[in-house]
């Protein structure tokens, strides 16, 4: 099936009206059957406890188009348990695995058309999430909840091929220290509005977190996880309960271990010693993996491998990431789940 209106190569990430999304309605206890829907609207209670204390979580993973037609899930099953425990946060009824995955697959399969074609680098990015509705005013749970998926297509994050990108330290923090920040939930990502947009004004790509009790270590990378090479083959990435446990992120570590050779450390990067990384990089599921050309704190901009090429390690993280998740490489057991 094509797709006319869409010139491929033009795909950035912007909301895009698909065909069908699912939807369904926790009552009464228990969720009901889902559907799919035409309709891109939700008719909601005005005290919606989504609209007024931020509960609602979400998730973001993508739909690829193989070589031979077929369409992957890359690891939906982790998306689903990340779900969960945002649900579990955020005391909203979790959303079952195998129900999560069934409905990533219905709105893949039912938006077949919007999925870019095998080559182009782009994919379906799907948008699950669950939110509080229900006439409702007080701070308390809400007395239903909405769980639904939408998908838009999506183009390559890098057009014409990875390119390194410079970060800015900020002086906000995102999520407090036994806040939200492990759990993918609005509050996070309303706080980071203001931040980001001030490192895009200042010419740098997005901002990076420090940690919020000692400023002193390095967090996330704006909505994507940090991680850094050193010069002895280690592979280091941020350990915190305020950073969110990315899929991209978890699997490097497992790729960097068992086809790299590379030593895992998730440990503490601290903001004064950069100086132990060869290479640095950004990853999650929209960013892939971007290259991190330098960092800028305190008026000074540490460049790691360089500002304009990219380094030899992150290039086969790359690599074997996107060709495992468009099938042009074998990926480990139950990470491709076909649609
Ligand atoms: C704050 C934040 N950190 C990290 C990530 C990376 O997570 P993942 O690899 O699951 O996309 C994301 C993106 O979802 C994010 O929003």
Known sequence: ???????????????????????????????????????????????????HYGQQCFEGLKAYRAKDGSINLFRPDQN??????????????????????????????????FIPPYGTGGALYLRPFVIGVGDNIGVRTAPEFIFSVFCVPVG??????????????SGYDRAAPNGTGAAKVGGNYAASLMPGAEAKQAHFADCIYLDPAT????????????????????????????????????????????????TVIEGDVLINDLGRFVEAGACGTAAVITPIGG?????KLHVFH??????????????????????????????????
């Open 1 to 51: 099936m094509g797709n006319e209106s869409i010139n491929w190569d033009k795909l950035g990430f912007d909301y895009i009206k698909t065909d069908l999304r699912y939807l369904s309605y926790w009552r009464d206890g228990a969720w009901q059957e889902g559907v799919l829907t035409e309709d891109n609207q939700l008719h909601i209670s005005e005290g919606s406890t989504a609209l």
């Open 80 to 113: 689903a348990q990340r779900m969960q425990r945002s649900c579990n946060r955020l005391l909203m009824p979790q959303v079952p695995t195998d129900m999560f995955v069934e409905a990533c697959k219905q709105v893949a399969a039912a938006n077949e058309r």
């Open 156 to 169: 390559p994050y890098f057009k014409g091929g990875m390119k390194p990108h410079n970060f800015v330290i």
């Open 215 to 262: 400023h002193s270590k390095i967090e996330e990378v704006g909505s994507a996880n940090f991680f850094g090479i050193t010069a002895n083959q280690e592979f280091v990435t941020p350990k915190s309960s305020s950073v969110l446990p990315g899929i991209t992120r978890l699997s490097l570590i497992e790729l960097a271990q068992s086809r790299l050779g590379l």
């Open 295 to 299: 960092i800028q704190y305190e008026g």
């Open 306 to 339: 360089s500002e304009t090429e990219v380094g030899p390690v992150t290039q086969k993280l790359y690599d074997e990431l996107t060709g495992i998740q468009f099938s042009d490489i074998e990926g480990p057991a139950g990470w491709v789940v076909k649609v």
